[in-house]
């Protein structure tokens, strides 16, 4: 296949992938690997944020954000280059895809559903689930899907529900039956 390629393109040798947009690669018996371990270093140092104190989980459970709240940004490109880069970072980092999604509606100024289907080798898991009316200005419901193929994640998403549900059984109904 190299030799189908280097006749249409100019080609270099470079090795065996080890970095790759701010990608590290690893390939082993068991499978490959990625990893952004010095991306998020850098990313903390970039923005001044190598001495902060580590937090184990990404957002507050109960916080309420509002559009109408707070100090309006001097300068909203540092704030949007941040959330930009953290949305690359869920690339490998799915957990913090919520807080991020939070974030990131801002910058534009729990009951568990399961799934499971068992294969010869391998098993596929997915759930589901939606926070009622937890956008505090629109009253919209957030849903958030996660698939998992044995113990990896292939697909996940959050996002705003497009209307408004009247009770947290209809929010639950949407995240079900939300498409992907």
């Not at 690893?26 to 490959?32: E, I, M, S, V, Y």
């Not at 709240?69 to 490998?92: H, N, P, Q, W």
């Not at 200005?137 to 549900?165: A, E, N």
Request: proline content about 3%; charged content about 25%.
């Amino acid at each position: 296949m190299r030799e189908n390629l280097s006749v249409c393109f100019q080609m270099n040798e470079l090795g065996e992938l080890k970095h790759f947009l701010g990608l590290e690669v690893d390939c082993t018996k068991q499978g490959l690997f990625l990893c952004q371990q010095k991306y998020a270093r850098d990313l903390l140092e970039r923005f001044g944020m190598l001495d902060c104190k580590p937090f184990s989980i990404p957002m507050e459970p109960n916080g309420k954000m509002c559009a109408h709240e707070g100090k309006d940004l001097e300068d909203a490109s540092m704030y949007r280059l941040i959330v930009g880069t953290l949305i690359y970072f869920t690339l490998t980092h799915p957990d913090i895809s919520y807080a991020v999604g939070v974030m990131n509606r801002y910058m534009k100024n729990p009951k568990k559903s399961h799934l499971e289907v068992k294969g010869e080798n391998c098993k596929l898991v997915g759930y589901c689930d939606a926070n009622y009316a937890s956008d505090h200005d629109t009253r919209r419901s957030t849903t958030g899907y996660m698939f998992m193929l044995g113990s990896g994640i292939i697909s996940w998403c959050s996002k705003r529900q497009s209307s408004v549900s009247l009770s947290t059984i209809e929010a639950e109904y949407r995240a079900a039956a939300m498409e992907a």
